[in-house]
């Protein structure tokens, strides 16, 4: 499985990016595919996750409602679509998939199989 991440650049507080990841390999329909961002100094922290087969979403309570997650089954590829940027979304953003999802996990990093390169994502005030 390999997976491609892109889309980040720099935008204004306020504005709108989308990122994307392009997931190549193994068995999509069993995936789960999340985006996870890291901060400079602080840990990886979980962001939004779909589930490729029926498509149920998940996000962290700091993107809710300001983010989505969606995935595009012809193209192999998830989108994060972020508005309302803020500062402190600045981040490397990365992508990952889980290949045998287990319920109650799939917000925790560890349980991830296959990651992105990761792609900067930075929102100036």
């Known amino acids: 499985v390999q997976l491609q991440a892109f889309g980040g650049g720099l935008v204004q507080a306020g504005g709108s990016l989308r990122l994307s990841c392009v997931v190549s390999g193994g068995t999509r329909s069993t995936y789960t595919v999340a985006w996870f961002r890291q901060a400079p100094g602080k840990e990886r922290e979980f962001v939004a996750a779909?589930?490729?087969?029926?498509?149920?979403?998940y996000y962290a309570d700091s993107v809710k409602g300001r983010f989505t997650i969606s995935r595009d089954n012809a193209k192999n590829t998830v989108y994060l679509q972020m508005n309302s940027l803020k500062p402190e979304d600045t981040a490397v953003y990365y992508c990952?998939?889980?290949?045998?999802?287990?319920?109650?996990?799939?917000?925790?990093?560890?349980?991830?199989?296959?990651w992105g390169q990761g792609t900067q994502v930075t929102v100036s005030s």
């Open positions: 779909i589930k490729w087969s029926g498509g149920s979403t």
């Open positions: 990952a998939v889980d290949l045998r999802p287990i319920v109650g996990t799939i917000r925790q990093s560890s349980t991830y199989d296959y």
